[in-house]
């Protein structure tokens, strides 16, 4: 019972890492983008709908996820008239989001493989 309860904290620990890396890229995106008023703001507001969009995806399938998460990218930052085309924003958005589910992926299943769940 303990290791679910381990198991579980970890879990829960690991989506907040999830938002905090989509946060941080979309930050880093805007500012070489050449935002600079309220960068942390705009940041949120797309790390928000970007992980929505991640969100809702993985219930219907985990594919989705890396559909979703690149359309509510783009929906945000067409809100945040950022210069950067619409293919462009897309792939971006596509970047941010696979960058961010693998680093949480790949830590989150060696937390899995350190208390003996995997």
């Known amino acids: 019972m303990l290791y679910r309860i381990i198991?579980?904290?970890?879990?829960?620990l690991f989506v907040v890492a999830l938002f905090a890396?989509?946060?941080?890229?979309c930050k880093k995106f805007?500012?070489?983008?050449?935002?600079t008023d309220q960068v942390s703001d705009r940041?949120?507001?797309l790390a928000t709908w970007t992980f929505a969009g991640i969100s809702v995806g993985?219930?219907?399938a985990v594919v989705g996820a890396f559909v979703l998460g690149p359309w509510a990218f783009y929906r945000t930052l067409r809100g945040h008239n950022v210069n950067v085309s619409d293919a462009a924003s897309i792939?971006?958005?596509?970047?941010?989001v696979l960058a961010a589910m693998a680093i949480t992926g790949?830590?989150?299943?060696?937390f899995l493989m350190a208390v003996g769940a995997y």
Do not use: C, D, Y
């Open 58 to 60: 993985l219930v219907f």
């Open 7 to 12: 198991t579980f904290i970890g879990g829960l």
């Open 43 to 45: 940041a949120m507001v």
């Open 21 to 25: 890396l989509l946060w941080f890229f």
């Open 30 to 35: 805007l500012e070489r983008h050449g935002v």
């Open 91 to 96: 792939w971006w958005g596509f970047g941010i």
């Open 106 to 110: 790949a830590g989150f299943f060696g």
